[in-house]
């Protein structure tokens, strides 16, 4: 199954075969499907009831202990295209590269199409392992170009068809920002639609056919701008939008097309949302059908047909009322042998993910899933979380997006990191400041904020980012996305007589609720359009006329407006933004429109209200000459107070917390609508993940007006307090600073913060306060709004130590009287102190290593031998602070010194061998020493005494030759030495040579043992 840009299920069609007599059993059969509530397993049925598969639970920390987690970080995830021919057999889009792999990622084939630079990929699609198209989009304005490549060799070779394609598209002024859907039925049939910006209560395309290859090309009608799927050349199918809760469907090749009827009703049910069919060649096809109660999947039927979709009727159902928001529903995919694969999501909720230190409840969502059979998938999983911060009377949203790749050989019940062909960012985080709250409210467009607020009570200047979506979300969503997402604006469809979506769900009871939750809202109508479009409702072409139907829809509005809470009791105040779709006419449409909007801004300035208008591209504000669609709206006698811009930023679409109001474009300069009056969309259509819910929206940054209900603020402001001081250990400061506190209200506004210090007098905050003393600072802070809501009054004690301890050492053990140097282990005795944290711990090292901590008596013992050894001693109290090194020099010498190991005689006499040839030796020697204060001389004795001591010579260390008088015939003599370290320590004497000569002693023959 391909999870489209809308939230909606679409099945990829297979070319396999199917054997005949299964498909029918499964068409005969018509029981209860049970789509399990489980993560991420697939199952195979011929619409009877699957074997059972146990619920395996995935959080985003279960996904990365997988192998999932990817640790390159940037502001913006890839986009990501896919689609499995079979077992870890797959092409992969990456940006605007293509790639193939037959091992699941384990080595992979570069088969990109050679494009010029600045070119975005729009769409892929594969008809086999060797066939594919792959279409390209670059500039935009006039400069607008496409590009269609071809393929027959898996990449190896590609056909540019951009001379043939671009003649028929230029011509209806497409604009970059559209999404692009290709199907091909074989490589030379097939269909591509490209998709016109818009607001998402609209959906227009443009719609081609080609039955050559891409050589030539014929225009069909497109009832929308959705995915779409075609069974054979002559029934095709398209997601109806804005709520996808039905089918377009065609059995012309597209030159008519009608909605699909008789699609099934389930009691209780307040909204339905459709997959789109998935076909065998023969004709047989299925798709689902989603039955919900507010967010709770009441029931999901499966439809099926056996002519192409001529005709449907009743495959399954299945009651089990699984709690899975819109947008969440089950993959559906016929296999070859005519079973029905049905892949679950990733319910919303739950689940454990640490980011930045603190603990936040998400769970991964599957935003994309192409599968193979039960057992082979490739996922796209996603999840999102925003902590904020008050930093200084700001408030920080730190968020972070992981985007996490995946394939699966066992249904789902496991899944493994797809190793990627080129290093991409899988992770975004970024940093969003949202401008304090003001006290005072914001001027708009030149009139000061208290004058606006005066005669609008219900409007102010939204600073950050929003987003808007066709259906109000469910409050389970609103909620999650209010605390963990980087938007608190949204969208609100009022109205108007071309509004396709629904909105049931909005009335005063939904705003009053949303708004106690933190969100403000940019009121929308969608009334008449442009009088030389060809939109179902149409302003007048007449300029009095459309004046009228401006002031008319005006009161529509406002009238909507009181219903919901949006006004004050009076029926006044407010913004709202008239959505007005692109269009191209000549001057007299033109002129009708500009007249319309004459009417529309004076109504609602006499109703106390200001006006906004939102537009759908840059040709909207374009100051050209001569004058584009509303160009000159900022000349008109009733100026609009706002303009809500869509200038989209590139694909793929994510939220962007550098994008900005400003630098638009050169059609649009900054100097229009410069104060406090802009709001850009800067996405179309695209899911994000916060909080572990999926909405599919459009993103907004503000920098203007926006409407919050007249119903009175009762939530009381959050303070927070911050300590400029150097953060230490155990809950102290190591330094002295300043208190910052900073009170956040997003309604009524902060009128007053008040402090205490240790009890002392209760204080007005008006900047930050000083804790200049090293102590404990007991803290109590609240904050009031403008609608005298009191905050419960918190505490925050402070502990600031800033002064390190200090720390002495006394060294004890025996001392040589020689030099200061100990003839025994030194002991250390360190004596430290604290003033206020206390004493944490005492460390020591040697000779410039590391610290390392002593024990709580604070001594130790030192063995190493050694000379000058520097040792140095510190402490550090508990807040972290570290008293300045104590160093000493110490040397140790414990032990005595070593003799000689290695004597040589010079001669070829043997040590205690009798021989006859060397009675005069000249001995040297190696191998004495001494770890400690070093050899100082060597003391030698030359006799017959095996056991003599009186020493008949001593030398310093530093020579190691002693050349003794020779030896008499037939002696024996001995060699005995011992050594003298610095200290004046001795060895014990040794003999270290035995000299026997004796002149008779000729000739030795050596002969080798025999065993017998």
């Known amino acids: 199954m391909i999870f489209d840009n809308k939230g909606q299920l679409g099945l990829s069609m297979k070319s396999a075969s199917q054997g005949k007599e299964s498909r029918n059993t499964m068409r005969s059969v018509v029981i209860a499907l049970v789509i399990m ?19 395996i639970s995935s959080t985003v920390v279960e996904l990365k202990a997988a192998g999932l987690e990817l640790a390159e970080i940037a502001e ?21 590269r293509i790639f193939l792999t037959a091992d699941n990622g384990k080595n992979w084939d570069e088969v990109s199409a050679r494009v010029p630079e600045n070119y975005l990929l729009g769409r892929v699609h594969f008809f086999d392992e060797n066939q594919a198209w792959a279409f390209y989009i670059g500039g935009e304005g006039a400069d607008l170009r496409f590009r269609l490549y071809t393929t027959s060799d898996a990449g190896k070779t590609w056909n ?5 394609l671009n003649p028929i598209l230029i011509t209806h002024e497409l604009i970059a920002d559209g999404k692009v859907y290709i199907h091909g039925l074989n490589p030379q049939t097939g269909f591509l639609l490209i998709k016109n910006s818009s607001g998402a209560n609209f959906s227009t395309g443009i719609l081609l056919k080609t039955s050559d290859g891409g050589a030539t090309w014929a225009e069909i009608p497109a009832p929308a701008g959705e995915d779409f799927i075609f069974a054979d050349e002559a029934h095709g199918f398209m997601l109806k939008a804005p709520q ?67 005709n449907w009727s009743l495959g399954a159902e299945d009651p089990t009322q699984a709690e899975q928001a819109p947008g969440s529903e089950p993959f559906f995919q016929l296999l070859p042998d005519g079973n029905l694969s049905v892949w679950s999501r990733i319910p919303s909720g739950g689940g454990t993910m640490a980011e930045s230190g603190t603990q936040s409840t998400q769970k991964a969502q599957i935003i994309n899933l192409s599968a193979f059979g039960t057992n082979d998938a490739w996922g796209t999983f996603i999840s999102g979380f925003c902590n904020a911060q008050l930093v200084v009377g700001q408030e920080q949203l730190h968020c972070s997006q992981d985007q996490l790749l995946g394939f699966t050989t066992d249904g789902g019940k496991t899944w493994q990191p797809l190793p990627l062909p080129i290093a991409v960012s899988k992770t975004s985080k970024s940093v969003f400041t949202r401008a304090a709250e003001p006290k005072e409210p914001l001027s708009i467009g030149g009139l000061e904020g208290p004058q606006i607020k005066a005669v609008n009570p219900t409007v102010k200047v939204a600073v950050g980012h929003g987003f808007d979506q066709c259906e109000i979300p469910g409050n389970a969503a609103l909620d999650a996305w209010s605390d963990s997402s980087p938007y608190n604006v949204v969208n609100l469809y009022i109205g108007g007589s071309a509004r396709a979506c629904s909105n ?108 906004g208008a939102y537009g759908a591209s840059c040709h909207y504000w374009s100051t050209n000459n001569p004058p584009q669609n509303l160009s000159n709206l900022k000349a008109l006698t009733n100026p609009l107070d706002a303009v809500w811009i869509a200038k989209y930023i590139s694909t793929p679409y994510y939220y962007n917390p550098s994008v900005s109001v400003w630098g638009i474009a050169s059609c649009f300069p900054d100097t229009l609508w410069s104060q406090n009056q802009r709001i850009r969309q800067y996405t179309g259509g695209h899911n994000e993940t916060w909080g572990g819910y999926t909405i599919n929206i459009d993103s907004n940054v503000l920098l203007g007006p926006v409407t919050y209900p007249a119903i009175g603020d009762t939530l009381a402001p959050q303070t927070s307090l911050s300590f400029s001081g150097t953060p230490g250990e155990s809950g102290y400061y190591k330094s002295t600073g300043s208190v910052t506190l900073s009170a956040l209200e997003r309604q009524s506004g902060v009128k007053a913060t008040y402090y205490q210090v240790n009890g002392g007098a209760l204080t007005a905050y008006t900047a930050p306060f000083p804790l200049t003393e090293n102590r ?18 918190k505490t925050a004690v402070i502990s600031v130590d800033s002064v390190p301890p200090t720390a002495s050492v006394q060294l004890q053990g025996q001392l040589s009287n020689v030099a200061s140097w100990f003839t025994s282990p030194v002991t250390l005795n360190i004596q430290a102190a604290d003033n206020f ?68 005689p010079h001669c070829q006499a043997m040590n205690g061998v009798t021989q006859g040839f060397c009675n005069d030796v000249d001995f040297t020697w190696h191998g004495a020493f001494d770890s400690g204060s070093g050899l100082y001389q060597y003391e030698f004795y030359w006799g017959q005494d095996p056991n003599g001591t009186a020493p008949i ?13 020779p030896v008499n015939d037939g002696s024996v003599t001995y060699l005995r030495m011992r050594v003298q370290d610095n200290l004046g320590k001795w060895s014990a004497w040794q003999t270290v040579y035995t000299l026997r000569f004796d002149s008779r002693f000729t000739n030795f023959l050596f002969l080798p043992s025999v065993n017998k």
């Open 160 to 164: 540019d068809l951009s001379e043939i």
């Open 504 to 611: 049931r769900a909005l009335n005063y009871s939904k705003v009053s609720y949303m708004y106690n939750n933190g969100w403000t809202f940019i009121p929308t109508w969608v009334g008449p359009q442009a009088s030389c479009t060809d939109y179902r409702s149409r302003m007048s072409a007449d300029p009095a006329v459309a004046y009228q139907e401006g002031v008319d829809n005006a009161n529509q509005a406002m009238a909507k407006m009181y219903e919901l809470g949006l006004t004050d009791a009076n029926g006044h105040g407010g913004v709202v933004y008239y959505d007005l779709e692109y269009y191209v006419g000549d001057t007299a449409c033109q002129n009708a429109t500009r007249s319309f909007f004459e009417g529309w801004n004076a109504r609602l300035h006499q109703l106390g209200a200001l006006s």
């Open 837 to 904: 944290s206390g004493v944490a711990v005492s460390q020591m090292n040697i000779n410039g290593g590391a610290w390392t901590d002593l024990p709580a008596t604070n001594t130790a013992t030192i063995s190493t031998e050694g000379a000058d050894m520097t040792l140095g001693i510190r402490s550090k109290d508990k807040a972290g602070n570290f008293s300045a090194p104590v160093y000493n020099k110490v040397s140790i010498d414990t032990e005595d010194p070593v003799n000689p190991s290695f004597v040589d």
């Open 37 to 55: 509530a489980l993560i991420l397993s697939a199952c195979a049925t011929k619409l009877a009831v699957p074997a059972p598969v146990a619920a």
């Open 953 to 965: 010579q001593q030398q310093l260390a530093s020579n190691n030759h002693f050349d003794p008088t």
């Open 776 to 793: 404990n600072y007991t803290i109590s802070y609240y904050s009031e709004d403008n609608a005298g809501n009191r905050e419960i009054t």
């Open 76 to 96: 913006k995830l890839p986009d990501l295209q896919y689609h499995l021919f079979g077992p870890g057999k797959a092409w992969l889009a990456l940006d605007t």
């Open 244 to 310: 996808y809760d039905s089918l377009f469907t065609t059995s012309d090749a597209g030159q008519t097309w009608t909605e699909l009827s008789d699609l099934p009703v389930t009691d209780g049910a307040e909204s339905y949302r459709v997959g789109l069919p998935d076909f065998h060649p023969d004709g047989y096809g299925v798709f689902p059908v989603f039955a919900y109660k507010g967010e709770t999947l009441l029931k999901t039927s499966i439809m099926q047909t056996n002519n192409y979709g001529q």
